[in-house]
C-alpha cells in the first residue's frame, strides 16, 4: 500500500433479503466483526436497534456471541441435510435455543418536531438482540417458498448467500452492483480479447 493511502472503512452490505442472510455477509471477502464498533455498527445498520441507540454495553463477548450464531447460521442455510447430522443438529438446537428469549421491547416517544420515533424500552441486551436473528433464521428455515429462494451467489470465489425475490427468479449474484459488475467487466475482456487474437 502507497504512503497516504488507508484502506477504506468497511460499510456493512445489507442486501441479502434477510438480516440472517447479512450477518453471514460479515464474513466476506474477509472478517468483518474482527473487532466491537464494525459490530455496533452492523447492529445499528441491521435495524436491529433504532439509529442513536447507544451500545456502549457491547463488549467481545457479544462479539464472539455474534460470530457463533453466525456460524450456525451459515450451517444450516448453506448445507442440506449432511451425512452425518449431528453438527446440523447442535446447530439447529443453538439457533432454537437463541430464539427463546425476548426480543428488545420498542416504545413511541416524542421526537424532534412532536413526531413519534421508535426507541428501546432500556438497553439493549446480547441475547435479545440475538433472539431478533435466530427467529429470523427459524422463519426462513421453515418457510417453504423463502427457502426454496435461497440463492448462492455466482460470483467468482463469493460464498455469499441471498434470498431471490427477483421476477423469475433469475437473479445470480448477491449484488448486481459488487459481483455482477464483476462478471460483465471479465466477460467484456474475454471478448475484446478474443476479438484480438
Do not use: K
Not at 12 to 41: N, Y
Amino acid at each position: 500500500m502507497a504512503l497516504g493511502t488507508a484502506t477504506p472503512p468497511y460499510e456493512p452490505r445489507f442486501d441479502a433479503g434477510r438480516i440472517c442472510l447479512d450477518l453471514l455477509a460479515t464474513t466476506h471477502p474477509a472478517e468483518r466483526l474482527d473487532a466491537v464498533e464494525p459490530l455496533r455498527a452492523w447492529i445499528v445498520g441491521a435495524g436491529l436497534v433504532p439509529p442513536g441507540t447507544p451500545l456502549a454495553q457491547a463488549d467481545a463477548s457479544w462479539l464472539a456471541d455474534f460470530r457463533e450464531l453466525r456460524g450456525h447460521i451459515g450451517q444450516l442455510v448453506r448445507s442440506p441435510l449432511p451425512a452425518d447430522v449431528r453438527p446440523y443438529e447442535r446447530a439447529l438446537a443453538r439457533v432454537n435455543e437463541t430464539a427463546r428469549a425476548a426480543p428488545p421491547a420498542p416504545r413511541a416517544v416524542r421526537g424532534e418536531g412532536g413526531t413519534l420515533v421508535r426507541e428501546l424500552a432500556g438497553p439493549p441486551e446480547c441475547a435479545a438482540l440475538l433472539a431478533v436473528l435466530a427467529r429470523d433464521a427459524v422463519e426462513l428455515l421453515t418457510d417453504p417458498v423463502a427457502r426454496a429462494a435461497v440463492r448462492e451467489c455466482e460470483g467468482d470465489n463469493c460464498p455469499l448467500v441471498y434470498l431471490d425475490t427477483s421476477r423469475g427468479r433469475r437473479r445470480r449474484w448477491c449484488s448486481s452492483e459488487v459481483c455482477g459488475n464483476r462478471e460483465r467487466v471479465a466477460r467484456h475482456r474475454r471478448r475484446a480479447a478474443l476479438a484480438r487474437a
